[in-house]
T-cell receptor
């Protein structure tokens, strides 16, 4: 079974530029998560989707970050404009259900460097 | 708010030996789940082991086992017969149902980097 796919794997941009990350979850997984992992820290949830609806976006900086999952499958996370402090690894994960026991399967991540 | 603390930034173990990684958490809830995730260098994060708070029996998965002390809010991971492939960042994480009936977010600690030496 294919895992969670993410692209690109690496991205370097100048501050104030825009960037977008793409995620394709495991087939059949209704729940999709975007995490931000700053160097030396654990992942922090940015947004959680259930199908194409948002369940939790309380930690998403909405003035510059946006995310969508239009058809309930693939998802895109965008940053516009980027700041230096956005340098991090952006992880996408998916799970079969929404309950807390459900295992989250993670993608390889996108490493963003903002110069 | 729930917090997860991993007080050991780095640990080292010799191959074939046993190592224990520590984790403490803070919560006012009684029903929750605890996890250990492994993140190898440049590879994706995978679930190592999961513990349900209402189960008194400690979870085990092959060479990995936990020591769950609910009253002390402690959740340590023991790796037996350590192998070179065990070298990675290990994250302790917490999740519950939350007060509104929907699952709370997965809250991670800051991680412990495990080195395995020959």
């Amino acid at each position: 079974e294919a895992g969670v796919a993410q692209s690109p794997r690496y991205k370097i941009i100048e501050k104030r530029q825009s960037v977008a990350f793409w995620c394709n979850p495991i087939s059949g997984h209704a729940t999709l998560y975007w995490y931000q992992q700053i160097l030396g820290q654990g992942p922090k949830l940015l947004i959680q989707f259930q199908n194409n609806g948002v369940v939790d976006d309380s930690q998403l900086p909405k003035d510059r970050f946006s995310a969508e999952r239009l058809k309930g499958v693939d998802s895109t996370l965008k940053i516009q404009p980027a700041k230096l402090e956005d340098s991090a690894v952006y992880l996408c994960a998916s799970s079969l259900g929404v309950g807390p026991a459900n295992e989250q399967f993670f993608g390889p991540g996108t490493r963003l460097t903002v110069l | 708010a729930q917090t997860v603390t991993q007080s050991q930034p780095e640990m080292s173990v010799q191959e074939a030996e046993t190592v224990t990684l520590s984790c403490t958490y803070d919560t006012s809830e009684s029903d929750y789940y605890l996890f250990w995730y492994k993140q190898p260098p440049s590879r994706q994060m995978i679930l190592v082991i999961r513990q349900e708070a209402y189960k008194q029996q400690n979870a085990t998965e092959n060479r990995f086992s936990v020591n769950f002390q609910k009253a002390a809010k402690s959740f340590s991971l023991k790796i037996s017969d350590s192998q070179l492939g065990d070298a990675a960042m290990y994250f302790c994480a917490y999740r519950s149902w939350g007060r509104t009936g929907t699952a709370s977010k997965l809250t991670f600690g800051t991680g412990t980097r495990l080195q395995v030496t020959l």
